[in-house]
């Protein structure tokens, strides 16, 4: 139920034009985020590498309202590119299609897209949005991959159908980052209880690996920071003899970052999400809907204010 009450707050009108002015949420969200420049998250991604770690940014923000508001989020991930390069980052994007222009037509997110593939130096990752958003991102994906080699989408395991679209895309030789899923999807779209959605990361996550045994796969990445699904993932990459670089743990900044550090420790490689940008509040819910205990931190941050 609270997961349910945070994923409405995140989506509502009200709670998003209020929420975020207050300060003791602005305190909460820095355990998720360094801050909301571009020039808060280079010197962590600088010391996170130094720390043996990869890494992953992404701006946050959704449903931009023109052309014009996406083409300056596009023009914003060419500076990532630049800046990434310049510094000698192992550093890659994840977008958001909606972000990108995707409501505003499919052309004008393929166009910013294949813009930011062509400059960036590592492979840009499609976030996948909610289910409303799954065929056009589909559709979005083929395009820019025939354009450009660099592109990997995120799948969620917790939609029925994403062992078809694994089909779908397989002929491509993907690049995949395996999530669960973060979004309230109705029970006909989506597993609801957490054994179901475990299985079908664990079947998927087990299947990638085969296809990329077989050459049929690109990047391997699990978005995750379950120790059960990651451990089993081990197990099946262990039986199929692939090599610790065949594939990848991705795991969100501020979250688990002992386990972070512990995978990091024992060779697997591990990436991470660094988000900034001022859009965080829909976001922030969600990360807050993951782990329902994660509310404890906010309300602590108002007590102390
Ligand atoms: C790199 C990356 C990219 C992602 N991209 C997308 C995307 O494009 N689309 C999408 O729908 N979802 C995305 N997600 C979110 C994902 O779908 C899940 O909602 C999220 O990862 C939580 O699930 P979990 O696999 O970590 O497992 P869970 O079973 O939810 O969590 C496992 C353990 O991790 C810890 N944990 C998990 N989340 C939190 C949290 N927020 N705060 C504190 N502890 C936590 C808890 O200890 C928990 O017991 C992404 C996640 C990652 C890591």
Excluded at 61 to 80: F, I, K, Q
Aim: proline fraction near 5%; aromatic fraction near 8%; charged fraction near 30%.
């Amino acid at each position: 139920m609270i997961r349910s009450a945070l994923l409405w707050a995140s989506t509502n009108p009200f709670t998003a034009g209020r929420l975020p002015r207050y300060g003791f949420v602005q305190r909460a969200v820095r355990r998720f985020m360094p801050g909301e420049r571009l020039a808060d998250a280079v010197p962590v991604a600088e010391e996170l590498q130094a720390d043996g770690f990869r890494l992953l940014m992404t701006e946050l923000g959704e449903n931009v309202d023109s052309v014009a508001a996406a083409r300056a989020v596009a023009d914003g991930y060419l500076t990532v590119a630049e800046t990434v390069a310049r510094r000698e980052l192992d550093c890659e994007v994840s977008v958001k299609p909606t972000h990108l222009g995707l409501e505003q037509g499919l052309e004008v997110c393929v166009r910013h897209l294949t813009d930011i593939a062509r400059s960036a130096p590592g492979i840009v990752w499609i976030d996948m949005e909610d289910s409303s958003c799954l065929e056009s991102t589909l559709e979005v994906y083929e395009a820019v991959r025939s354009e450009v080699e660099n592109v990997g989408l995120c799948l969620q395991a917790y939609l029925r159908r994403t062992p078809e679209d694994l089909d779908r895309l397989l002929p491509h030789t993907p690049h995949i980052r395996l999530v669960k899923g973060a979004y309230h999807e109705p029970s006909e779209l989506a597993f609801e209880k957490k054994r179901e959605v475990d299985a079908a990361y664990r079947k998927l996550a087990s299947r990638m690996l085969r296809e990329r045994r077989a050459g049929r796969m690109g990047r391997v990445c699990l978005g995750t920071h379950d120790d059960a699904m990651i451990q089993d993932a081990a197990r099946v990459a262990g039986e199929l003899g692939l090599p610790a670089t065949d594939w990848e743990v991705a795991m969100l900044y501020g979250i688990r970052p002992e386990a972070q550090r512990s995978y990091r420790d024992r060779g697997v490689t591990v990436r991470i999400l660094i988000s900034y940008g001022a859009q965080w509040f829909p976001w922030y819910m969600r990360r807050l809907a993951e782990r329902p205990a994660n509310v404890g931190f906010v309300l602590r941050s108002m007590v102390r204010g």
